[in-house]
Nanobody, 124 residues
Framework: QVQLVESGGGLVQAGGSLRLSCAAS????????MGWFRQAPGKERELVAA????????YYPDSVKGRFTISRDNAKNTVHLQMNSLKPEDTAVYYC?????????????????WGQGTQVTVSS
């Protein structure tokens, strides 16, 4: 079993920054891909960043590209999401997710392990 715990959410003004962290435990993460998703009220959960565990290849949708950066610390089984130039439309619950196999996928259904989520609120 894999456990994921997010931290770092909060309230920030537009243009500000936040850094989310996801601590993983339970199994070795040497072959896991990690993703950060978000879900705003009334909207579907969407992928905002992903990283292959071994190669470090990353993915960002256009909506956050250039503003968000995903990184990982293999030794500490931790993944971070640095969010800069935040906008009110970034307001959502942010979730960390993991999948075995090392390669990220875009779909929610491809990630069997999820954290509890952390709220990010960006005020205008």
């Amino acid at each position: 079993q894999v456990q994921l715990v997010e931290s770092g959410g909060g309230l920030v003004q537009a243009g500000g920054s936040l850094r989310l962290s996801c601590a993983a435990s339970g199994r070795t993460f040497s072959s896991y891909a990690m993703g950060w998703f978000r879900q705003a009220p009334g909207k579907e959960r969407e992928l905002v960043a992903a990283i292959n565990w071994s190669s470090g290849i990353t993915y960002y949708p256009d909506s956050v590209k250039g503003r968000f950066t995903i990184s990982r610390d293999n030794a500490k089984n931790t993944v971070h999401l640095q969010m800069n130039s935040l906008k009110p439309e970034d307001t959502a619950v942010y979730y960390c997710a993991a999948r075995a196999g090392g390669i990220y996928y875009y779909s929610v259904s491809q990630y069997p392990y999820w954290g509890q989520g952390t709220q990010v609120t960006v005020s205008s």
